[in-house]
């Protein structure tokens, strides 16, 4: 009986074992999906802008980045309003919901960023 028992775990470390390459992969491919590259405004594609603009009345796009699935971060700031809001649009101009543990991490990015180094 005990046998079974220690035949039972060595399969199930086995398997945790497995997975936890594909969890592996499955987080830096998420990872690699988070980062956005800063470009210039006016690379962001019209059907983006159109969106915005859309969307936002008066707003102005004041930085944009995109990330490997052409999904662009981009800050907007309304007129008249003094604060900037960051939202994302896909390369067809639809609106995305971020995760919001994505949302958490940049919001402490923005707040507190990286002191250079020197």
Not at 22 to 27: F, H, N, R
Not at 31 to 48: L, R
């Amino acid at each position: 009986m005990m046998s079974v028992a220690v035949i039972g775990i060595m399969l199930a470390a086995g398997n945790m074992k497995a997975q936890v390459p594909e969890q592996e992969e499955v987080e830096q491919e998420a990872q690699k999906q988070d980062v956005f590259e800063p470009i210039e405004v006016s690379d962001v594609p019209d059907k983006v802008s159109d969106a915005v603009d859309e969307k936002y009345e008066d707003a102005k796009i004041s930085s944009a980045a995109v990330n490997d699935d052409d999904i662009y971060k981009l800050m907007v700031q309304t007129e008249g309003e003094m604060s900037l809001e960051t939202v994302y649009f896909d390369e067809d101009g639809e609106e995305k919901e971020m995760k919001e543990e994505q949302q958490e991490v940049e919001e402490e990015q923005e707040t507190n960023p990286t002191p250079p180094i020197k």
